[in-house]
Protein backbone atom coordinates (compact mmCIF):
# COMPACT_ATOMS: atom_id res chain seq x y z
CA UNK A 1 0.00 0.00 0.00
CA UNK A 2 1.20 3.73 -0.25
CA UNK A 3 0.65 6.26 1.86
CA UNK A 4 0.63 9.86 0.61
CA UNK A 5 1.20 12.30 3.75
CA UNK A 6 0.32 16.02 2.53
CA UNK A 7 0.63 18.57 5.10
CA UNK A 8 -1.70 21.47 4.90
CA UNK A 9 -1.74 24.60 3.06
CA UNK A 10 -0.70 27.76 4.60
CA UNK A 11 -3.17 29.30 7.04
CA UNK A 12 -4.11 32.49 8.66
CA UNK A 13 -1.92 33.38 11.56
CA UNK A 14 -4.15 33.94 14.85
CA UNK A 15 -0.98 35.29 16.53
CA UNK A 16 -1.74 38.72 16.26
CA UNK A 17 -5.84 38.48 16.27
CA UNK A 18 -6.63 35.80 18.46
CA UNK A 19 -8.34 32.54 17.21
CA UNK A 20 -9.91 29.15 18.43
CA UNK A 21 -6.57 27.61 16.79
CA UNK A 22 -8.59 26.17 13.76
CA UNK A 23 -8.05 29.00 11.01
CA UNK A 24 -8.85 28.90 7.94
CA UNK A 25 -6.54 29.01 4.64
CA UNK A 26 -5.39 31.83 3.71
CA UNK A 27 -4.96 32.93 -0.06
CA UNK A 28 -1.77 31.54 -0.60
CA UNK A 29 -3.06 28.22 0.88
CA UNK A 30 -6.14 27.79 -1.15
CA UNK A 31 -3.55 28.20 -4.05
CA UNK A 32 -1.33 25.66 -2.73
CA UNK A 33 -4.35 23.33 -2.65
CA UNK A 34 -5.35 23.59 -5.54
CA UNK A 35 -2.12 23.03 -6.67
CA UNK A 36 -1.50 19.83 -4.66
CA UNK A 37 -4.57 18.69 -5.99
CA UNK A 38 -4.05 19.76 -9.74
CA UNK A 39 -0.39 17.33 -8.71
CA UNK A 40 -1.66 14.31 -7.53
CA UNK A 41 -5.26 14.41 -9.62
CA UNK A 42 -2.85 12.01 -12.16
CA UNK A 43 -2.20 9.61 -9.83
CA UNK A 44 -4.55 6.56 -8.80
CA UNK A 45 -5.68 7.96 -5.55
CA UNK A 46 -8.21 4.98 -3.92
CA UNK A 47 -9.31 6.59 -0.38
CA UNK A 48 -8.69 10.01 0.87
CA UNK A 49 -8.64 10.96 5.35
CA UNK A 50 -7.99 14.35 6.66
CA UNK A 51 -7.59 16.01 9.76
CA UNK A 52 -11.14 17.62 10.22
CA UNK A 53 -9.37 20.79 11.53
CA UNK A 54 -10.48 23.27 9.00
CA UNK A 55 -6.36 23.94 7.13
CA UNK A 56 -6.33 20.56 6.37
CA UNK A 57 -9.93 19.44 5.27
CA UNK A 58 -10.30 22.46 3.05
CA UNK A 59 -6.79 21.23 1.34
CA UNK A 60 -7.70 17.71 0.77
CA UNK A 61 -11.32 19.53 -0.74
CA UNK A 62 -9.59 20.25 -4.53
CA UNK A 63 -8.30 16.62 -5.01
CA UNK A 64 -11.48 15.34 -3.64
CA UNK A 65 -13.88 17.16 -5.85
CA UNK A 66 -11.24 15.90 -8.62
CA UNK A 67 -11.54 12.50 -7.87
CA UNK A 68 -15.43 12.72 -6.92
CA UNK A 69 -14.79 11.71 -3.43
CA UNK A 70 -15.26 12.71 -0.01
CA UNK A 71 -12.57 12.48 2.26
CA UNK A 72 -12.78 10.83 6.18
CA UNK A 73 -12.36 12.50 8.67
CA UNK A 74 -10.24 11.51 11.60
CA UNK A 75 -9.82 12.87 14.66
CA UNK A 76 -6.42 11.32 15.26
CA UNK A 77 -4.91 13.40 12.77
CA UNK A 78 -5.30 16.83 14.31
CA UNK A 79 -2.41 18.49 15.21
CA UNK A 80 -0.37 18.85 18.95
CA UNK A 81 -1.15 21.30 20.61
CA UNK A 82 -4.75 22.24 18.98
CA UNK A 83 -6.59 22.87 22.14
CA UNK A 84 -4.38 25.49 23.79
CA UNK A 85 -5.72 28.84 21.54
CA UNK A 86 -4.75 30.93 18.70
CA UNK A 87 -2.64 29.50 15.59
CA UNK A 88 1.05 30.56 15.17
CA UNK A 89 2.66 29.52 12.26
CA UNK A 90 5.59 27.76 12.61
CA UNK A 91 7.81 29.36 10.04
CA UNK A 92 7.36 33.33 10.95
CA UNK A 93 7.26 32.53 14.61
CA UNK A 94 10.42 29.88 14.87
CA UNK A 95 12.24 32.00 17.58
CA UNK A 96 9.25 31.86 19.66
CA UNK A 97 8.66 27.90 19.35
CA UNK A 98 12.48 27.72 20.28
CA UNK A 99 12.63 29.41 23.33
CA UNK A 100 9.11 27.81 24.83
CA UNK A 101 11.07 24.42 23.68
CA UNK A 102 13.99 24.64 25.23
CA UNK A 103 12.05 25.89 28.84
CA UNK A 104 9.93 22.84 28.07
CA UNK A 105 9.85 20.51 25.96
CA UNK A 106 6.59 19.03 25.84
CA UNK A 107 5.47 22.93 25.00
CA UNK A 108 3.93 22.06 21.82
CA UNK A 109 1.99 19.28 23.23
CA UNK A 110 0.01 20.68 25.52
CA UNK A 111 -2.91 19.72 27.11
CA UNK A 112 -2.89 16.43 25.81
CA UNK A 113 0.70 15.54 26.09
CA UNK A 114 3.76 14.46 23.43
CA UNK A 115 2.94 10.42 24.95
CA UNK A 116 -1.05 10.51 24.09
CA UNK A 117 0.27 12.96 20.72
CA UNK A 118 2.34 9.88 19.23
CA UNK A 119 -0.33 7.42 20.31
CA UNK A 120 -3.16 8.85 18.42
CA UNK A 121 -0.61 9.77 15.08
CA UNK A 122 0.36 5.77 14.72
CA UNK A 123 -3.16 4.93 15.65
CA UNK A 124 -4.46 6.80 12.43
CA UNK A 125 -1.72 5.44 10.14
CA UNK A 126 -2.50 1.85 11.04
CA UNK A 127 -5.87 2.59 10.32
CA UNK A 128 -5.20 3.85 7.26
CA UNK A 129 -2.96 0.66 6.87
CA UNK A 130 -5.40 -1.99 8.42
CA UNK A 131 -8.42 -0.02 6.21
CA UNK A 132 -6.59 -0.07 2.85
CA UNK A 133 -4.31 -2.73 2.19
CA UNK A 134 -3.36 -2.69 -1.02
CA UNK A 135 -4.74 1.02 -1.70
CA UNK A 136 -3.03 4.48 -2.42
CA UNK A 137 -4.75 6.86 0.45
CA UNK A 138 -3.93 10.62 0.32
CA UNK A 139 -4.06 11.90 4.02
CA UNK A 140 -3.95 15.65 4.29
CA UNK A 141 -2.42 16.35 7.93
CA UNK A 142 -0.71 18.66 10.01
CA UNK A 143 3.74 19.13 10.31
CA UNK A 144 3.76 17.88 13.55
CA UNK A 145 1.67 14.84 12.45
CA UNK A 146 3.91 14.23 9.46
CA UNK A 147 7.18 14.81 11.57
CA UNK A 148 5.51 12.10 14.36
CA UNK A 149 4.73 9.82 11.19
CA UNK A 150 7.85 10.04 9.60
CA UNK A 151 9.92 9.91 12.93
CA UNK A 152 8.12 6.20 13.13
CA UNK A 153 9.06 4.65 9.78
CA UNK A 154 12.57 6.05 10.28
CA UNK A 155 12.77 3.99 13.08
CA UNK A 156 13.17 7.10 15.51
CA UNK A 157 11.61 8.11 19.17
CA UNK A 158 8.97 10.11 17.68
CA UNK A 159 9.21 13.73 18.66
CA UNK A 160 10.48 17.19 17.39
CA UNK A 161 13.01 16.53 14.78
CA UNK A 162 14.75 18.98 12.19
CA UNK A 163 13.12 18.00 9.42
CA UNK A 164 10.25 20.09 8.51
CA UNK A 165 7.35 19.78 5.78
CA UNK A 166 6.71 22.48 3.56
CA UNK A 167 2.93 23.91 3.43
CA UNK A 168 1.70 21.00 0.71
CA UNK A 169 4.55 19.35 0.79
CA UNK A 170 4.01 15.68 0.03
CA UNK A 171 5.51 12.90 1.62
CA UNK A 172 5.38 8.86 -0.18
CA UNK A 173 5.55 6.30 2.03
CA UNK A 174 4.99 2.13 1.21
CA UNK A 175 3.45 0.09 4.28
CA UNK A 176 3.09 -3.81 4.23
CA UNK A 177 -0.31 -4.52 4.78
CA UNK A 178 0.85 -8.03 6.94
CA UNK A 179 3.88 -6.72 8.57
CA UNK A 180 4.25 -3.70 10.77
CA UNK A 181 6.97 -2.27 8.08
CA UNK A 182 7.00 1.19 6.67
CA UNK A 183 9.35 2.53 3.75
CA UNK A 184 10.24 6.14 2.76
CA UNK A 185 10.07 7.11 -1.35
CA UNK A 186 10.54 10.86 -0.79
CA UNK A 187 9.91 13.17 2.02
CA UNK A 188 8.60 17.11 0.99
CA UNK A 189 7.99 16.86 -2.33
CA UNK A 190 7.03 20.46 -3.63
CA UNK A 191 7.47 20.58 -7.38
CA UNK A 192 3.57 21.61 -7.49
CA UNK A 193 4.29 25.37 -5.56
CA UNK A 194 7.11 26.60 -8.26
CA UNK A 195 4.71 28.48 -9.50
CA UNK A 196 3.62 30.18 -6.20
Request: overall charge negative; glycine content about 10%.
Amino acid sequence: MHILVIRHGQPHDESKSGGDGDPPLSELGISQAQSIGDYLSGEQIDHVVASPMLRAHQTALPLCKRLGIEPELDDDLKEAGWQAGAYMRTEENMGFFKDRISDDPDYLYRPEGRHVFNERVIRAFTKVRNNHPGQTVAVFCHGMVTTTFLSTVLGFEPGPRDFHAHYTGLTRVRGSSTLDIWGLDSFNETMHLRHL
